[in-house]
Structure formats: C-alpha cells, structure tokens
C-alpha cells in the first residue's frame, strides 16, 4: 500500500494514532485499534488485512467497536484478497507467503509484506509529518 500512496503522491502517515476499545475498572487500556495508514489530506484511515480470511473475525469485530464509539472517524479496510488484487493490478511483487512453493515470512504488515523496511523511500512520510 505504501507503495502505491507513494507513486501516486498520496501523503501518508503509519499508524500515527491508536483508538481505545475498552478499558478496565482500574482505566487501563484492554483492547485498541491502531489503523495502518492515516491519509490527512482525505480525513481517512486504511487498514490492511493480509491475514487469511478465516482469521479476520477479531480484526472485523475491533472496527464494529471503533465504528460505534468513534461513529465521525472514517475506516477503509483492505482485505487479503483485495490486497493481492492490487498488487497484481499495479504490478508489484507478490508477497513472499503468499507464493506458492515459499515457507511463510515473518514481515510487519503491511510495509514487511510490500518488500520496504522503515529506513528505505525517502520520499516516504513518516508520523508527524516529516519526510523519512
């Protein structure tokens, strides 16, 4: 995703922000929801689910919750197979576990997915604001 923001110039800001689902007697934070992508100049956030779809239930229930508490707070959320799609469409590499014939890779989704760690495109914006 961070990827194709960039090719199309879309400023872009990695989980800047953290929304509380839920908090203990005590107040302390028991469930959260910390969208992938804040898009400033759209007011809209991207959440993006490389995680098989049967395991997509939590992550679903998680942005009811947020949706309900935070009803003004705008949410696109991204499924695998809508991801996969867009990779093919714009041609980008495939991620590695999702190959056939590949052992599974442990990458931080969705830049690890993408093939970019956090010190490379230094176009890229960073939380804050600032160019990486």
């Known amino acids: 995703m961070a990827r194709l ?44 689910t490389t995680m098989d779809q049967r395991l997509v ?33 714009y041609g980008l590499e495939q991620p590695q576990q999702h190959q056939v014939g590949t052992p599974s890779a442990a990458a931080s989704e969705p830049l690890g997915l993408l093939g970019l760690d956090a010190h490379q495109d230094s176009d890229r914006v960073v939380p804050g604001g600032s160019a990486a």
């Open 5 to 48: 923001f960039d090719f199309y110039a879309v400023r872009w800001e990695y989980e800047p922000h953290t929304f509380v689902l839920a908090r203990d007697a005590d107040g302390h934070t028991t469930s959260a929801f910390a969208p992938d992508f804040w898009l400033p100049d759209h007011g809209r956030y991207v959440e993006v």
């Open 57 to 89: 239930t939590r992550k679903n229930r998680k942005l009811r919750q947020l949706r309900a508490l935070h009803p003004h707070v705008d949410v696109t959320l991204i499924y695998q197979r809508d991801y996969l799609a867009l990779l093919a469409k």
